[in-house]
């Protein structure tokens, strides 16, 4: 990988699989968004990005030190997701799996934001979730003057503690709103550490999540792969199933594909959810 200072911008080049349509399409996140031309713009971790890609180069907003201390980290640029698809190709299913989603690459997102996030997600659709996300930072989060338009940061759960079920009601989230307010509670009080989460086992952390209110296996699998960065989580949803049944029949263990199931679930559920449906 190569970057360069373009002024306002940072070019990355000479990298491979590091694709922002599959990377912010593939169900990961829910606060980037493109424009008519392709043109992503984002919030993560408190900051406002917008990236477009120009033949074989990535642009993204800001300065070298943006880049240095965030982005770089946020969009896993120094992992090697060239290697790890062909690690992953072990048979002809993932070998057309994993050359359909090249260019995915698993975002370091914000503990707080991704167990918040997927919470909302259960039972949801993409375009609802997105919806339901960004009333509550309009609502709850911090201003972010950017270009000359105003973004919200994703609220703290100290914030979201504070609240009763009253105050989310402008999100006509139903029923998650007391799950929501459960999970912020649980992290403002310190009832359960998301920073030491992330250094635990994948199985501790598991458990740990799903004593959450309203947390079950999808939620936490989801958290651990997308907010604590384990990349041997292995979410299952209906779109899972159907290709594990299909390809690996009952007996199916993730573990086929470690150190890296979180990633060869991401290409599954992208090649499944779109040339198979």
């Known amino acids: 990988m190569h970057y360069s200072d373009r002024g306002g911008e940072v070019e990355i080049s000479a990298i491979a699989d590091f694709n922002l349509e599959k ?3 593939c169900g990961q996140c829910f606060r980037w968004d493109a424009d008519e031309n392709g043109v992503y713009t984002g919030i993560a971790l408190g900051r406002v990005a917008r990236l477009r890609g120009e033949g ?10 943006d880049f240095e201390t965030v982005w770089r980290s946020y969009f896993d640029l120094d992992k090697d997701y060239l290697k790890i698809r062909q690690q992953l190709s072990i048979d002809p299913f993932m070998k057309e799996a994993t050359q359909f989603g090249a260019g995915i690459r698993i975002l370091r997102q914000d503990k707080w934001e991704a167990l918040c996030s997927f919470i909302i997600s259960q039972c949801n659709n993409i375009p609802r979730i997105k919806k339901i996300i960004s009333i509550l930072s309009m609502e709850f989060g911090d201003k972010i003057n950017f270009d000359g338009l105003v973004f919200y940061s994703f609220p703290s759960a100290q914030r979201i503690a504070a ?3 009253a105050d989310l009601a402008p999100l006509r989230c139903g029923y998650r709103a007391q799950y929501i ?8 009080n310190k009832e359960i550490d998301l920073d030491s989460l992330a250094q635990a086992t994948s199985e501790h952390a598991r458990k740990k999540l799903k004593a959450l209110h309203g947390v079950g296996d999808k ?3 989801c958290v651990l792969l997308f907010g604590l960065n384990k990349l041997d989580a292995f979410p299952i949803d209906v779109w899972m ?3 594990m049944s299909e390809h690996y029949g009952k007996r199916f263990d993730p573990s086929i594909f470690s150190p890296y199931a979180g990633i060869a679930q991401q290409y599954i559920f992208h090649y499944t959810r779109n040339i198979q449906n």
């Open 241 to 243: 199933k159907r290709a």
């Open 163 to 165: 609240l009763c079920e």
């Open 219 to 221: 939620v936490a699998d």
């Open 56 to 65: 074989s180069s990535i642009f993204i907003s800001g300065t070298i030190e």
């Open 181 to 188: 307010l459960s999970a912020a509670r649980a992290v403002a």
């Open 23 to 25: 990377t912010f399409e």
